[in-house]
């Protein structure tokens, strides 16, 4: 008797698995980082006393005509209008600390590589410090999703930034990475003509623009219809560490604009319309306008560990701005990305219980 029962049981939490499965409808990830843009800009638009320093502003003027209102929602639209005429109506967004949403870093760090560490393994590692070019030892999401029935070498990264075949472990988990210069390897006429732009185009901060980066992404994703598909964009970050905060603006702005580009992209094919969900979110906050440290991040910037989510998909409800009660954190990303998919990412190290909100 004990024996049916037990059948019973098992039958039943199979069936209720299924059943949860079936209710999700996301097949396909994209996953966007604007690295170190703050939530201040996210939540609140261009700032005030940023936007007429001469010390950071060329053209104040211009920017007050292109980016500045009283009004705080005109002023958040007019810089970022995909986040706030998409994504707050049909979506959530995470981290407007003025209305009691808090977002942060669970690593101490606060700069780049343990926070793009943490957003993928799900572990604020205390060994992942500094921005080295080192292997990472910590198992990411995307290889684990690159492992599973259906996902095999259908995993890609484009990012600005060359550190990313490192903190994604590109060597080991198998995953197509292609980061700042890297030859894209295309033999189509038409993405062939992408490997020529990013070697000719100027490179203001160093690195290829990101532009390149998304029309690379946008154009392997027409081809190659990837399942999950990552892009990271850098000028942000490179722009406010040189203090300039027309082009860190100019740069977050064209960023809203290629999110935008993107998503209709993606709903414009079959493959990807309706099932797929978008998450975008930054490595790490910066310092405080008024104290002149937005410039700069790491653990002596008090903010610095302040950061924001935003979410857009078949699964995710629309709540515009979310009120949650806890705090949320970093790496609890990683096993949300898992948990979109029906996966149970449970790597050898500690992990974060997934966002719930996002995805139920």
Same mark, same amino acid.
């Given at each position: 008797m004990k024996i049916k029962y037990i059948y019973a049981f098992a039958f039943i939490l199979l069936h209720t698995s299924i059943l949860l499965n079936a209710q999700q409808r996301t097949e396909n990830l994209v996953i966007v980082t604007l690295d170190g843009f703050r939530w201040q800009e996210v939540f609140g638009g261009v700032d005030s006393l940023l936007m007429t320093d001469k010390n950071y502003v060329h053209d104040t003027a211009g920017m007050r005509n292109k980016y500045w209102s009283p009004d705080v929602n005109e002023r958040k639209n007019?810089? *970022?209008?995909?986040?706030?005429? *998409?994504? #707050?109506?049909? /979506?959530?967004?995470?981290? =407007?600390?003025? !209305?009691?949403?808090?977002?942060?870093? #669970?690593?101490?760090?606060?700069? %780049?590589?343990? /926070?793009? =560490?943490?957003?993928?393994? /799900?572990?604020?590692?205390?060994?992942?410090? %500094?921005?080295?070019?080192?292997? =990472? !030892?910590?198992?990411?999401?995307?290889?684990y999703i690159n492992r599973q029935s259906g996902y095999?070498?259908?995993?890609?990264?484009? @990012?600005?930034?060359?550190?990313?075949?490192?903190?994604?472990?590109?060597?080991?988990?198998?995953?197509?990475?292609?980061? $700042?210069?890297? @030859?894209?390897?295309?033999?189509?006429?038409?993405?062939? +003509?992408?490997? $020529? *732009?990013?070697?000719?185009?100027?490179?203001?901060?160093?690195?290829?623009?990101? +532009?390149?980066?998304?029309?690379?992404?946008?154009?392997? &994703? !027409?081809?190659?219809?990837? !399942?999950? &598909?990552?892009?990271?964009? $850098?000028?942000?970050? $490179?722009?406010a560490h040189g203090g300039n905060y027309e082009q860190y603006i100019s740069s977050a702005h064209s960023q809203d604009a290629m999110i935008a580009d993107l998503w209709k992209t993606l709903q414009g094919m079959p493959e990807y319309k309706e099932n797929t969900t978008l998450l975008i979110t930054c490595d790490h906050g910066r310092g405080d306008a008024v104290k002149e440290e937005w410039k700069h991040h790491g653990q002596k910037i008090a903010d610095a560990g302040q950061i924001w989510i935003a979410a857009l998909g078949p699964d995710t409800r629309p709540g515009g701005e979310m009120k949650q009660k806890e705090t949320i954190f970093q790496a609890q990303i990683a096993s949300t990305l898992a948990a979109l998919l029906g996966f149970n990412f449970k790597p050898a190290h500690p992990v974060m219980e997934p966002i719930r909100s996002i995805y139920k």
């Open positions: 007019k810089l *970022m209008p995909f986040f706030w005429n *998409m994504i #707050a109506r049909e /979506g959530q967004l995470y981290g =407007n600390r003025w !209305k009691g949403s808090l977002v942060n870093n #669970a690593n101490k760090y606060w700069f %780049s590589y343990p /926070g793009y =560490n943490e957003i993928f393994t /799900g572990y604020p590692d205390d060994s992942v410090n %500094s921005n080295d070019k080192i292997w =990472n !030892k910590n198992t990411n999401v995307l290889e095999r070498d259908r995993v890609a990264a484009f @990012t600005t930034w060359d550190v990313f075949p490192y903190i994604l472990n590109s060597r080991r988990s198998g995953i197509y990475v292609n980061a $700042d210069v890297d @030859t894209l390897r295309f033999t189509d006429p038409g993405l062939q +003509l992408l490997n $020529d *732009m990013q070697f000719l185009a100027p490179q203001p901060v160093g690195v290829r623009p990101d +532009l390149i980066t998304y029309f690379a992404a946008r154009e392997y &994703l !027409k081809k190659f219809k990837p !399942k999950v &598909l990552y892009i990271a964009f $850098d000028e942000t970050d $490179d722009f």
